[in-house]
């Protein structure tokens, strides 16, 4: 079982919503879109999913041209962000009703659809109407609706984003365990990267309509091609500065040096952006050979557990992140540091010419 | 600005409410302090809403008083309340300029020409719309409408205290970043008392001085967000504050040691004999894989990038653990510590105060 789109682009009036893109997704595999709001990726499902019609390129489904075909035809299921069920309708009919218009026979329908609610923790609901039921039930019914079908491809538009966050961080655990089950083409897209590395599998990332990287999520989270990827992979954002290499050392923004090992040490001499992700970001301790830099803490933000340290570094905003809740004093000067390997070199075009030593090891 | 008192207040739905389970909001009192910075944090249906209808004076408690300073405010209408209201979705007039809607509340209530002007430009600035103080709202997008909102809503300095109802609800990610650490130094700057109303932790801890959790109708913990992290009054606290949140396994607690299935482990402080449903709480960020310890059983290993949580099986009690991002988990980590000093001690759901000067 495959997907594949060549060249596939979409124009909408004199607007490009997607540009042209080539994808080959196969079967039993999760696929992450990931991009911000109005990168693409309803627009790209669309287009999969036969909602939509390529202006250009073909989309082919085992092999076989499906471009021009109705979505009726295609063994296609879909989610969206609004828990879409039959308000007047038990949760069971609810799920059976995709099997009921298939003409598939009674008995088979009754052990699929118990399989299913079974499979999303529905069993003692069956019998409830979907307002009945708390948001995420209702999410999960939507849900068991998708799979009861055994569609070949199942499309997930930001199918957690209603949720509030205890039930999301529920249902991230739980959907990687259905889709292993199901061996179907899985597309899920979502705005959080922590999202993407939860579900794992494939991640393809998105800004203004274009795939900037596709391939194993965990890859292109530590070794992004470049600077936009980077972005769109990181929440809060990756932060970046200026450093020169000359001879066999790396000089920051500050004066900081570091020796150019490595993949460094083939680097021509010139300018660079350096960039680093937010946990990287050393506070409260630090590796002995870590770089120094000053700053000055504008706000800090308290997810719970975790402590977002938001710092002025000579005019640049950067992003720190530590573990634990941490009352600092705003307004003060504050030292940070930073290990050289956890640093990525990007040209100043943006592309990728060094990803960081950690992220080659790991 | 005012102090907000909470006398014997409770409220039920029904007029003749029978017990407990009837009312919506249990019965509270609390004395929320002259301008500080509370946010109502819980599930939809924990009462959060309830309570702020009774503070704004949209519903009339089936029990107790409210006062703002000295005043009891408890039966007064809203508009006699002197308070001031951002709302889920922006107010905003929308044939009136940017200035207009900001000058609004102030110009209502007759303040002088050169006071509303430089209150507006202060207000503006506060959140970065001076560009566009002469433009109309209509056009404008739902973010700076509610911009507007919360500016027009921060204008007045005499207010009693101003309220907000999940007021980041319609903006982008990455612009709620901006706003609720905007909204902290404007109460930083303007010390209003503020209560803002969410079911999003960080909106509520990055917000607020006291987070007041609330769980099925009552409050279960009024705390800084460090209270709440490091000592959950509530194993409802421990649960919903965090991601993961906090792991509750049933224990024996003898004086300074708790006992889990076969394990035995040390307690950073000595309790006295407990009584009824006995647990421990342990966050995941304060548990460790180990070659020594207590027996775990590794289900899965989630790469959340940052770090890796760990999802394992403890004498039958699903944990989740944090590991550090590049932490190698090898077979041979079959055991877990608990840092003793960071775990609490809950009898039936509340913590358990250690005894004093107990080890």
Request: aromatic share 8%; glycine share 10%; net charge negative.
């Amino acid at each position: 079982m495959t997907l594949r789109l060549e060249g596939v682009c979409k124009d909408v009036g004199a607007q490009t919503h997607i540009h042209t893109t080539d994808l080959e997704l196969v079967k039993g595999t999760m696929n992450v879109l990931l991009g911000p709001t109005s990168s693409g990726k309803t627009s790209l499902m669309r287009l999969m999913a036969g909602l939509d019609q390529p202006t250009n390129g073909r989309i082919f489904w085992n092999g076989a041209d499906v471009t021009g075909q109705r979505v009726q035809d295609r063994k296609v299921a879909m989610v969206y962000q609004q828990f879409i069920n039959y308000p007047s309708m038990t949760v069971y009919d609810n799920i059976a009703s995709p099997l009921r218009l298939m003409g598939v026979d009674k008995g088979e329908v009754d052990r699929r659809v118990r399989d299913s609610a079974e499979l999303m923790k529905l069993t003692p609901m069956l019998d409830r109407k979907p307002l009945e039921l708390s948001g995420g039930q209702q999410q999960r019914c939507a849900l068991a609706r998708a799979l009861v079908k055994n569609a070949g491809l199942v499309l997930l538009d930001e199918p957690l984003a209603n949720l509030d966050y205890k039930l999301r961080e529920e249902l991230r655990v739980e959907i990687p365990r259905i889709f292993e089950e199901s061996g179907a083409i899985f597309v899920y897209a979502t705005t959080e990267p922590e999202e993407a590395l939860l579900l794992g599998g494939q991640t393809a990332t998105l800004w203004e309509g274009r795939v900037t990287q596709f391939g194993p999520t965990a890859q292109v989270y530590r070794q992004p091609q470049d600077m936009t990827t980077a972005r769109v992979f990181s929440d809060p954002p990756m932060n970046f500065l200026p450093v020169a290499k000359t001879g066999g050392k790396l000089m920051f923004g500050d004066g900081q040096v570091a020796p150019a090992t490595g993949r460094l040490a083939e680097l021509a001499d010139g300018r660079y952006t350096a960039g680093f992700r937010p946990n990287h970001l050393e506070i409260l301790q630090h590796a002995p050979d870590a770089m120094q830099f000053s700053a000055r803490l504008d706000v800090t933000e308290l997810t719970g557990s975790e402590t977002f340290v938001h710092l002025d570094h000579q005019g640049a905003r950067w992003v720190g992140l530590i573990h634990g809740v941490h009352d600092l004093q705003i307004g003060a000067p504050l030292s940070v540091w930073l290990d050289p390997a956890h640093v990525y070199i990007f040209a100043e075009g943006g592309q990728l010419v060094a990803p960081a030593a950690y992220a080659v090891a790991a | 600005m005012a102090q907000i008192t909470l006398d014997k207040l409770a409220h039920s739905y029904f007029p003749n409410p029978q017990g407990e389970g009837d009312f919506a909001l249990k019965e509270l009192n609390h004395v929320w302090r002259d301008g500080e910075a509370y946010a109502l944090l819980g599930p939809s249906g924990c009462g959060k809403s309830t309570l702020l209808n009774i503070i704004s004076g949209l519903l009339h408690p089936s029990q107790g008083r409210i006062l703002f300073g000295d005043r009891d405010v408890t039966r007064a209408a809203t508009a006699d309340r002197n308070i001031a209201q951002v709302f889920q979705f922006p107010v905003v007039y929308d044939t009136m300029t940017v200035r207009e809607n900001l000058a609004f509340p102030l110009r209502n209530r007759g303040a002088d020409a050169a006071y509303i002007k430089a209150r507006v430009a202060q207000i503006a600035a506060m959140i970065g719309m001076e560009s566009v103080l002469d433009q109309k709202a209509r056009g404008l997008t739902a973010d700076a409408k509610q911009k507007i909102s919360l500016g027009r809503g921060m204008v007045r300095e005499d207010v009693n205290a101003l309220l907000f109802d999940e007021p980041l609800t319609v903006i982008d990610p990455h612009m709620k970043w901006e706003l609720r650490t905007q909204l902290k130094s404007l109460h930083q700057q303007f010390g209003h008392t503020m209560i803002y109303v969410t079911h999003d932790q960080t909106e509520a801890l990055t917000f607020a001085d006291k987070v007041v959790v609330m769980h099925d109708g009552r409050v279960v913990q009024i705390g800084t967000p460090e209270e709440l992290f490091e000592r959950p009054e509530h194993t409802f606290v421990g649960y919903f504050i965090g991601s993961p949140g906090m792991n509750v396994i049933p224990a024996r607690v003898d004086g300074a040691r708790a006992f889990v299935g076969g394990a035995e482990m040390a307690l950073g402080c000595g309790y006295a004999p407990l009584d009824g449903k006995v647990e421990i709480g342990v966050r995941p960020e304060h548990a460790r894989l180990s070659t020594d310890g207590m027996p775990v059983k590794i289900r899965r290993v989630e790469d959340v990038g940052r770090h890796k949580i760990v999802r394992a099986d403890f004498f039958g009690h699903d944990i989740n653990i944090i590991a550090d991002e590049g932490a190698e988990i090898g077979a041979d980590m079959t055991r877990v510590t608990f840092d003793a000093d960071r775990v609490n001690v809950y009898a039936n759901d509340w913590r358990v105060a250690p005894m004093e000067g107990a080890a």
